[in-house]
């Protein structure tokens, strides 16, 4: 069974999910046969590379909420995120194009290795003083800690096209399939959740799409039994009568 979870770095719901759903998958009888796939999504597509701005003042123009609004927010979130064992800078972190992030964590899927590198970012935009933003060897530090090679990472950041086509599809795959918020897991291609929801709701879902997640049934036509097929071994030659 594949759960895709869309998400983005600079989402702090997305990190509070994250673990939220990994607390019910780990519970899972059949975690086993669960792959987890993680799909890019922007909250600000059209943020420039090299604008970065401090926390604070980003959501207070881009929601239109006060300082003292937003800084009571960061502290909520603070308080969920340690409620879930993570850390959270409360203050001094900034926000910028994440772009660049979601191009290396598709390298990343392809070198087994994305799930490390989603969770090495998180860890470095939420808990981490120094910022993941506008600084590309700060990316080839963080991408070479989860496992990923320097010069291969150098060489995706150094081309804005490297995998470019491939965040954008997931964006497009997300808005088709209706998701205008992060993060939004679809379990199965069948089910859906939206937002950082509590891990009793991950296991309901879970288990629903697991008990609808069935093998693909063969149809055999009566009195007859397997015909000729290739296999890895080889394919069956049919005996002459």
């Known amino acids: 069974m594949r759960v895709e979870i869309w998400s983005d770095i600079a989402c702090p719901w997305c990190y509070v999910g994250k673990a939220r759903f990994e607390k019910a998958l780990h519970a899972f009888p059949h975690r086993d046969g669960v792959e987890v796939v993680h799909r890019s999504f922007e909250l600000d597509p059209g943020r420039a590379k090299g604008d970065i701005q401090p926390v604070i003042p980003m959501l207070t123009k881009k929601y239109g909420m006060s300082e003292a609004q937003a800084r009571a927010g960061e502290e909520n979130l603070g308080a969920q995120a340690a409620a879930e064992g993570l850390a959270y800078r409360t203050q001094g972190r900034d926000h910028g194009s994440t772009f660049d992030m979601h191009r290396l964590l598709h390298l ?14 998180y860890r470095a935009n939420f808990a981490e003083e120094r910022s993941v933003f506008g600084d590309d060897e700060r990316l080839v530090e963080l991408a070479v800690s989860a496992g990923l090679d320097a010069e291969e ?17 997931d964006e497009r795959e997300a808005a088709e399939l209706g998701a205008n918020g992060v993060p939004f897991f679809v379990l199965d291609r069948k089910y859906g959740v939206s937002g950082a929801q509590p891990a009793e709701v991950f296991s309901q879902a879970l288990e629903q799409a697991w008990a609808s997640h069935s093998p693909l049934e063969l149809l055999q036509p009566a009195g007859r039994g397997d015909a000729e097929a290739c296999g890895p071994d080889g394919c069956a030659v049919p005996h002459q009568h």
């Open 108 to 121: 990343a899927k392809e070198k087994g290795r994305q799930d490390e590198l989603i969770q090495t970012l």
């Open 153 to 169: 990472t150098r060489k995706v950041l150094a081309d804005p096209s490297a995998y470019a086509d491939e965040v954008r599809a």
